[in-house]
């Protein structure tokens, strides 16, 4: 069992021309008369890197590839060029300080990092939300699935070649990025939950802007399928390519429309509903073949299903309270704060002491838009967690990434890569 | 409003009003606890290693096993058809700090038969070894690696056990252990040293990819060849580099 040797640059080797001089790649000749394959190229593999710094590697990935030819052969990720140790900076954090770490993480999605974290903490303490909160949550976790989608969308397609496509949906793109600035007044760093409840409720005319959104959006799914969908080059491009079968992608841990693509029916929506998931209409995408195209379709059609999903939140959405009425996690007002002694000390406890958690842990996972997004908060009953871990899906979905690509071109590890939809910031906390 | 936080105020110090009866940590008499069908079965199988059985958060189950044991338990819930835990939804670890033991946290789940069950080990600081689960579930094998990064946790068996998050040469410890200050162990000014210090060439060493084997540990399977992860060259239709 010996490993491969490598080189790095071919075109040095002396062999190939006097004095190692750089020469283009042999060509192979027809009838081999007048040319002479050297043996010791045919054998031999070439290492090459791709990152950190490149656009297909969607932030900061390293891959270093071992090509025979134009096959992968080995195929090594690096990560950690963007480690800002988020897990360990929220043990020096109160629960309520940790929130903009979340979305720190996932920029694509900051909205369901932030829900998914406040809900596991509300777990561990036992708080429930009101009813508005609930449903206000789903609206965004939902909102944001399609924001993240739609920058899967185009940047695989940037990827793959096909620009139209990135300037439609980095249209609407920015219609949510304006719903996140009007509801959080941030447009990627969100921060918008806190324990018990949210920042702050929706504004006026915020649903209206939502619904606009909504009605303008479904036609350019539309457009961007007629683009796509039956399109030669990206089908060339994407069926067949990266493909994993249903086994091996419950084995690698795969999760999401990763996971569904290649067959799984495995949605935390409607496994392990939380948040009424079971009492809304919708629909779960599953393909069969598990390659970059059903994973495109998957993605596609969660779009509508959200979109489903956001009209029935919309219709069902319930006036009353945003907080939970339990004024040991929930800031009194300002207005209080400003006026009366005991509310202002309760005020000053609150921020400075934190909200206290009960000792134990809880997990608490929902459907992000990459995949199963896991919270684990393990509390001693101060302030501050002992631990706070993030199950992040595309640290994981990425770790599968070698077995999809060795055997496969060079060309298609590009398209594999994107086809994952990781997002950096949260494969290297 | 403001007689309610009045209230709110007495009550701050022992946090916030829990929906059910509070959990102090002890574990709850063992005749009120929740059934789950996989405990009673591993206490069928496995008797005395069930070493606690615990439910934190409402209805999360969790199960203390022997270390040692930890590979022969987590197969058998993986494989038994009434069980059959298919995904493992995380693997992680938790230091308690105190010189008390390292936790490490198995979340599985099962896909056919919808259920979840957590499996602790817990491993002394000084002797912070356990059977790699790799073989049962490659999702282990990045997470394997990030808690030997991060808690020091080495993983018997594991192909690949390096540093993932943190550079390969870093010599500050291990980042997530409790002893380990935030801002690390080496000063500001020897931390900038060593990041500029660092040789590039370093990351693209042909030894690099050969860090397995340099290490001592035993290659994958996948990487071996004739293994079922590499293609046969041969086999692979189009490809004939090398033929002739």
């Known amino acids: 069992m010996a490993l491969k040797r490598l080189i790095y640059n071919v075109t040095r080797n002396p062999e190939l021309a006097p004095g190692g001089a750089l020469v283009h790649a042999p060509i192979v000749p027809v009838q081999g008369e007048s040319y002479e394959v050297h043996e010791d190229i045919a054998g031999e593999h070439m290492l090459i890197n791709i990152g950190p710094q490149h656009p297909a590697t969607h932030g900061v990935l390293r891959l270093v590839l071992e090509l025979d030819g134009e096959t992968v052969v080995r195929c090594i990720p690096h990560i950690g060029y963007l480690h800002s140790s988020f897990e360990k900076l929220g043990e020096y954090r109160d629960w309520n300080q940790i929130v903009p770490l979340t979305d720190r993480m996932d920029y694509l999605a900051p909205l369901i990092y932030n829900c998914a974290y406040a809900m596991a903490v509300e777990k561990l303490m036992g708080v429930t939300v009101t009813e508005r909160c609930k449903v206000v949550r789903v609206i965004l976790m939902e909102m944001d699935r399609i924001f993240s989608h739609l920058l899967w969308l185009g940047t695989t397609a940037i990827d793959l070649g096909a620009f139209t496509v990135f300037l439609y949906t980095f249209q609407q793109r920015e219609k949510i990025y304006d719903l996140h600035e009007r509801l959080t007044g941030a447009r990627i760093t969100t921060s918008s939950t806190r324990i018990g409840g949210m920042m702050a409720d929706l504004p006026a005319g915020w649903i209206e802007q939502l619904e606009e959104f909504m009605t303008n959006f479904i036609p350019v799914v539309d457009e961007v399928e007629t683009l796509l969908t039956n399109n030669a080059i990206w089908v060339g491009r994407t069926q067949g390519v990266g493909d994993i079968s249903a086994e091996d992608a419950v084995n690698w841990g795969l999760s999401g429309p990763n996971l569904r693509a290649s067959g799984v029916t495995y949605d935390i929506r409607k496994d392990r509903p939380y948040y009424d998931y079971e009492t809304y209409d919708f629909d779960v995408p599953i393909g069969e073949h598990g390659d970059i195209y059903d994973r495109y379709l998957c993605r596609m059609e969660e779009m509508r299903q959200s979109v489903r999903i956001l009209r029935q939140a919309i219709d069902r959405l319930p006036g009353g309270p945003i907080n939970v009425d339990d004024p040991r996690v929930i800031l009194p007002p300002k207005t209080a704060a400003m006026n009366d002694m005991e509310s202002m000390i309760h005020h000053f406890k609150v921020v400075m002491e934190g909200v206290r958690a009960p000792v134990g842990e809880s997990w608490f996972s929902v459907e992000s838009s990459k995949g199963e997004l896991g919270m684990y908060v393990v509390s001693d009953g101060g302030s501050k967690p002992v631990r706070w871990r993030v199950r992040g899906p595309s640290f994981i979905n990425i770790a599968a990434l070698p077995h999809m690509i060795e055997g496969a071109l060079l060309s298609d590890v590009i398209a594999v890569n994107a086809s994952l939809d990781i997002v950096l910031g949260e494969i290297d906390r | ?244």
């Not at chain 2, 390969?168 to 900038?192: I, M, V």
């Open chain 2, 1 to 244: 409003m403001s007689d309610a936080f009045k209230k709110g105020l007495e009550g701050l110090d022992q946090g916030p009003r829990p929906s059910e009866a509070a959990d102090d940590g002890a574990p709850p008499p063992a005749g009120d606890l929740p059934e789950h069908p996989s405990v009673e079965a591993l206490r069928g199988e496995f008797g005395e290693s069930v070493l606690r059985h615990q439910v934190t958060a409402g209805d999360e189950h969790v199960v203390y096993v022997p270390a040692e044991r930890n590979v022969e338990i987590l197969g058998w819930l993986r494989d038994a058809p009434e069980h059959r835990y298919d995904f493992l939804q995380d693997l992680t670890a938790v230091d308690h700090g105190g010189g008390r033991a390292i936790q490490v946290v198995y979340q599985l789940w099962s896909i056919p038969n919808k259920l979840n069950l957590r499996v602790k080990c817990e491993l002394p600081l000084d002797a912070l070894e356990i059977e790699s689960v790799f073989h049962l579930w490659r999702a282990a094998d990045w997470l394997e690696r990030e808690v030997f990064d991060m808690f020091g946790v080495v993983f018997h068996g594991h192909p690949d056990l390096r540093r993932i998050l943190m550079p390969y040469n870093y010599a500050e410890g291990h980042p997530l252990r409790k002893d380990f200050p935030l801002r690390g162990r080496f000063s500001r000014a020897e931390q900038t040293r060593r990041a500029l210090s660092m040789k590039t060439e370093d990351h693209y060493s042909p030894q690099e990819l050969d860090i397995a084997h340099a290490l001592g540990q035993p290659l994958p399977d996948v990487m071996v060849e004739g293994g079922p992860g590499v293609p046969n060259q041969g086999e692979m239709p189009g490809i004939g580099i090398g033929a002739g």
